[in-house]
């Protein structure tokens, strides 16, 4: 594993060991096809768990009309985090920093996962049109991440 001059991980060992899809629900009676105007929300959240190390990303996401959600599909990856890499995160005992790049990549992938899960549970339905754009995750994840238990 790469050390940089101040002694910080430039590379964190990590693997995927669980996707949850948390919330997904087609509010059909809230779209209005005539409608082009579609808004988009996105929220994210992070947790951990100590004693496995893990670290969960979770992506919320919105189609709205009328600030009225008309699909909501939510998903956390878990992963595992190798026991070097989880040691240099926390700076105390009861507070982890996730480096801004690492979350980012985090979240990059819960995105691609949460896009998949959007594809499959429409397929096949006229809702199918509505895919996820590309996001700057760069914009959402502006710096480091402070998770505590």
């Given at each position: 594993?790469p050390v940089n001059k101040?002694?910080?991980?430039?590379?964190?060992?990590?693997?995927?060991?669980?996707?949850?899809?948390?919330?997904?629900?087609?509010?059909?009676?809230?779209?209005?096809?005539?409608?082009?105007?579609?808004?988009?929300?996105?929220?994210?959240?992070?947790?951990?768990?100590?004693?496995?190390?893990?670290?969960?990303?979770?992506?919320?996401?919105?189609?709205?009309?009328?600030?009225?959600?008309?699909?909501?599909?939510?998903?956390?990856?878990?992963?595992?985090?190798?026991?070097?890499?989880?040691?240099?995160?926390?700076?105390?005992?009861?507070?982890?920093?996730?480096?801004?790049?690492?979350?980012?990549?985090?979240?990059?992938?819960?995105?691609?996962?949460?896009?998949?899960?959007?594809?499959?549970?429409?397929?096949?339905?006229?809702?199918?049109?509505?895919?996820?754009?590309?996001?700057?995750?760069?914009?959402?994840?502006?710096?480091?991440?402070?998770?505590s238990d």
């Amino acid at each position: 594993m790469p050390v940089n001059k101040e002694n910080k991980i430039d590379t964190v060992g990590f693997q995927l060991r669980q996707i949850t899809t948390d919330q997904f629900a087609i509010l059909a009676e809230l779209y209005d096809s005539s409608i082009e105007k579609i808004g988009l929300s996105i929220n994210l959240k992070f947790g951990l768990d100590k004693e496995k190390h893990i670290i969960a990303s979770s992506v919320l996401v919105k189609f709205e009309q009328k600030k009225k959600p008309f699909i909501i599909t939510e998903v956390t990856n878990h992963f595992d985090i190798e026991e070097k890499a989880w040691d240099s995160f926390f700076d105390s005992e009861d507070k982890a920093i996730i480096p801004k790049g690492f979350a980012s990549h985090l979240v990059v992938l819960t995105i691609g996962t949460l896009r998949g899960v959007l594809h499959a549970k429409t397929e096949n339905t006229e809702f199918n049109k509505f895919v996820l754009p590309t996001i700057n995750v760069m914009n959402m994840v502006k710096d480091d991440v402070e998770l505590s238990d």
